[in-house]
Nanobody, 118 residues
Framework: QVQLVESGGGLVQAGGSLRLSCAAS????????MGWYRQAPGKQRELVAT???????NFADSVKGRFTISRDNAKNTVYLQMNSLKPEDTAVYYC????????????WGQGTQVTVSS
């Protein structure tokens, strides 16, 4: 199995910054993509950003220019640096990986709350 443990969420004022971290552990043979999704109350879960093992990134239009994603392959850890936060960024942020144990599969963390006050 794979465990994804997130940290770094919290309450911040609009315009502020937060850094999320997510460490993957367990019977992992290989990791392809890692990243972050978010879900606001009453809305569907949506992509925030992903990064492949080769470093290719993908961002939601709403966060481009404000968020950056990075990855430490040796530590199986992914980071999300969030700058210029807006109240509409308020959501539960979920870590994600496309990981291989015996088979390739999607795995999710428990989620970490990010609240941006106006």
């Amino acid at each position: 199995q794979v465990q994804l443990v997130e940290s770094g969420g919290g309450l911040v004022q609009a315009g502020g910054s937060l850094r999320l971290s997510c460490a993957a552990s367990g019977s992992i043979l290989s990791i392809n993509a890692m990243g972050w999704y978010r879900q606001a109350p009453g809305k569907q879960r949506e992509l925030v950003a992903t990064i492949t093992s080769g470093g290719s990134t993908n961002f939601a239009d709403s966060v481009k220019g404000r968020f950056t994603i990075s990855r430490d392959n040796a530590k199986n850890t992914v980071y999300l640096q969030m700058n210029s936060l807006k109240p509409e960024d308020t959501a539960v942020y979920y870590c994600y990986c496309y990981c291989r144990t015996r088979l390739w599969s999607d795995y999710w963390g428990q989620g970490t709350q990010v609240t941006v006050s106006s």
